[in-house]
């Protein structure tokens, strides 16, 4: 089993900043890549990016080069540094890390949300 606990949400105003953490517990060896999914009001979860234990990196199209996701194996934590945010980035952002065990469900951490005000 793995535990994901998000933090870091909050209010801004376009052109902010934030960044959002999710720390992970218990069998890291059977998950990977970790990232975030966010769901906007009315909108279906879409993903925001991933990275893998070895660093490799996917970002959402909207949100290259403004997002950055890292991680550091030795805390079991992933960040989001989310800057230049806009208005459409307002949306409840969810950790996610992906089991890897054959026909395990993949893991949720509760969710932060992130307004950004125009």
């Known amino acids: 089993q793995v535990q994901l606990v998000a933090s870091g949400g909050g209010l801004v105003q376009t052109g902010g900043s934030l960044r959002l953490s999710c720390a992970a517990s218990?069998?890291?060896?059977?998950?990977?890549?970790m990232g975030w999914y966010r769901q906007a009001p009315g909108k279906v979860r879409e993903l925001v990016a991933t990275?893998?234990?070895?660093?490799?990196?996917n970002y959402a199209y909207s949100v290259k080069g403004r997002f950055t996701i890292s991680r550091d194996n030795a805390k079991n934590t992933v960040y989001l540094q989310m800057n230049s945010l806009k208005p459409e980035d307002t949306a409840v952002y969810y950790c996610?890390?992906?089991?890897?065990?054959?026909?395990?469900?993949?893991?949720w951490g509760q969710g932060t949300q992130v307004t950004v005000s125009s």
């Open positions: 218990g069998s890291m060896f059977s998950i990977n890549p």
């Open positions: 996610y890390a992906e089991n890897l065990r054959p026909g395990g469900r993949d893991y």
């Open positions: 990275i893998t234990r070895g660093g490799s990196t």
